[in-house]
């Protein structure tokens, strides 16, 4: 039996030699862009909704913190800026990130660990076809794509939904707070906040892939199986969009 | 004789608390750093002092973040092991089997995890604060040279405080078991069961964000 440490060890490693693959295809060009475009585009709609409720809960949240510090400091002309942080860089995209982990890295888990358990895998190899350029370079590359479109209109809805409950339940002038965005934001909080969200879609879609792909070498295939494999990339996926996060904030800018 | 539930509670607990120590702590903590790193750099920027971070870190952590991270990792790890135990027992119609052979599956396989999950939510989220200021701590002494006892307030964790703690806790971790339960108990095909995991964690996580949003409603109301 396997201690926790050698499995760490060992997934770690696993990780990290998918990682390589998936970047020596992209970089080569050698992966499937029509399969790609497909889950971006299914990926797209079916985290629509989710991202959507998200965001604007995200945003009360955003808000309602903002708010209270503005009650507290009477600090009216910073409140616009403390909630575009918030909202563009620091708390918006680790909360999307783990909505993004919850709706769409489970179902890549899935659907990959599906593909392994049904053999659909061995049926590509038997074809001639390389598994890594039609499954797993795709739907890494593909939660990159969607993490970073989902990201403006997302942040937009967030900042836009703090400032409305500033308005109903702290009396907070929408224009002050606008204003505030305007004066003291720079372009580089946006570029920050993008680029962390595409490491969050990378982070998410090289765990919950690798965890659906593992499966496939081994002998467990069973429904059980399955889910395990979900509840796997889970954990990983969140552990990732942690140790992401914190890493960027300690690289990132002061704003 | 039927089994007491309370063996069955506690087994439970131990899946929840114990084996998601050490993933709660993680995030709790990586989430605690950062944000006390961009408080504290930020507060320099800005005013050119730091005193009051070390003043709010901490109530940032009990009113706000240590609840939500423990609710969303274990809606994660928790959710989609209960879920994807619930919708397997469903699609090999063991669940069924349970119910005619007078094995009370709801009382003996449901009510633990629910009854397990609000506890032990309050729990980690009780072991995950001291992850937190730990975290400012060692993060604001290793990047500012703040002193850990200039940094450390604890006045300013109250009785409200504490009471909105465990009340949010109490609340997140009952979305979590009705996600779970919810998308397990909802018919599903034997070869959905990703599918099934997968509507588990999405509803605990965005029942959770919901009801963090309307306790912070009403706690600002209030």
Redesign the interface.
């Known amino acids: 039996m396997t201690s926790t440490t050698e499995r760490v060890f060992a997934g770690t490693g696993g990780l990290f030699l998918r990682a390589l693959e998936v970047l020596r295809l992209v970089v080569t060009g050698r992966f499937d862009r029509r399969e790609t475009l497909r889950l971006v585009d299914e990926g797209l709609r079916d985290v629509a909704p ?1 991202v959507a ?2 965001s604007v ?2 945003g ?2 955003v808000g ?2 903002g ?3 503005l009650t507290r400091y009477a600090a009216t002309d ?1 409140f616009g800026w403390a909630a575009a ?1 918030s909202a563009f860089r ?1 708390v918006g995209p ?2 999307l990130a ?2 993004l ?3 769409l890295g ?2 890549n ?3 990959t ?2 593909l392994a358990a049904r053999e659909r895998l061995d049926a590509i190899c038997a074809l001639g076809l390389d598994p890594a350029r039609l499954v797993t370079a795709p739907r890494v590359v593909a939660l990159v794509v969607i993490s970073l479109a989902l990201y403006p209109p997302a942040a937009l809805v967030m900042l836009v939904v703090a400032f409305l409950f500033a308005a109903v ?2 009396g907070q002038s929408v224009v002050i707070s606008a204003w505030s965005v305007i004066e003291y934001v720079e372009a580089d909080i946006l570029l920050e906040g993008l680029a962390r969200m595409s490491l969050f879609g990378l982070t998410v879609g090289l765990a919950t892939t690798h965890a659906g792909l593992s499966l496939w070498l081994s002998d467990r295939r069973g ?2 199986d ?3 494999a ?2 796997g990339g ?2 990983v ?3 990732g969009i ?2 992401v ?2 890493i ?3 690289l ?1 800018s ?2 | 004789m039927r089994p007491g539930i309370l063996p069955l509670v506690w087994r439970r607990l131990d899946e929840v608390v114990v084996g998601s120590l050490l993933l709660v702590l993680v995030a709790v903590s990586g989430i605690g750093a950062a944000m006390a790193d961009q408080a504290g750099r930020q507060a320099m920027r800005l005013l050119g002092d730091q005193s009051f971070v070390g003043v709010e870190y901490p109530v940032l952590g009990l009113q706000e973040f240590c609840p939500l991270i423990v609710a969303l990792v274990l809606a994660l790890r928790v959710g989609a092991g209960f879920t994807a135990e619930l919708a397997t027992l469903r699609s090999d119609d063991t669940f069924d089997a349970l119910l005619v052979a007078g094995a009370h599956p709801w009382r003996t396989r449901i009510a633990p995890m629910v009854l397990a999950l609000p506890p032990g939510t309050v729990a980690l989220a009780m072991l995950a604060l001291v992850g937190w200021e730990a975290a400012g701590v060692l993060v604001m002494l290793g990047r500012s040279g703040i002193n850990p006892f200039t940094f450390l307030h604890p006045e300013v964790v109250t009785a409200p405080l504490l009471l909105l703690l465990v009340g949010k806790c109490l609340v997140f971790g009952g979305c979590v078991a009705v996600g779970a339960v919810g998308a397990a108990m909802l018919p599903a095909r034997p070869a959905e069961l990703g599918v099934t995991v997968t509507r588990g964690v999405v509803l605990g996580t965005l029942l959770t964000l919901g009801a963090n949003l309307a306790f912070d409603v009403g706690w600002y109301l209030a």
């Open positions: 989710t409720v998200g809960v995200i009360g949240i309602l913190q708010l209270t510090y910073v942080m620091d680790t909360l783990f909505a982990a919850a709706r489970t179902r888990a899935a659907e660990a599906v339940l702290g429904a059980g399955v889910g395990a979900v509840y889970s954990v996926s969140a552990c942690v140790t996060n914190l960027a904030s300690l990132g002061a704003g």
